[in-house]
Nanobody
């Protein structure tokens, strides 16, 4: 009932920038916290940053000062501006959202996007 679609990944040299987008669609009543996670080869998925519906943000220490998370509630879209990229930022970036949906009744659950690859070369 809800789809999250990421875009904006790619290959970039160290020091470069990328902007990821995550667009949510479906039977959405409201979206609470949204977040970006990443998974590097051979490692567990980790939270990179998240943002509440009110705009409060949280970042993992390794990206503070380099990444900026934002969202457009009217468009049900979240962004991640990534600057000063490092090779260790390489991985698949996933969008996650706590979404209240309407079906037979209202309910809230987490949804995941399919992921977008970010590769930073040294």
């Amino acid at each position: 009932q809800v789809q999250l679609v990421e875009s904006g990944g790619g290959l970039v040299q160290a020091g470069g920038s990328l902007r990821l987008s995550c667009a949510a669609s479906g039977s959405i009543v409201s979206i609470n916290t949204m977040g970006w996670y990443r998974q590097a080869p051979g490692k567990q998925r980790e939270l990179v940053a998240d943002i509440t519906s009110g705009g409060n943000t949280n970042y993992v220490d390794s990206v503070k000062g380099r990444f900026t998370i934002s969202r457009d509630n009217a468009k049900n879209t979240m962004y991640l501006q990534m600057n000063s990229l490092k090779p260790e930022d390489t991985g698949v970036y996933y969008c996650n959202a706590d979404v209240t949906v309407v079906g037979i009744m209202y309910y809230t659950r987490k949804y995941w996007g399919q992921g977008t690859q970010v590769t930073v070369s040294s």
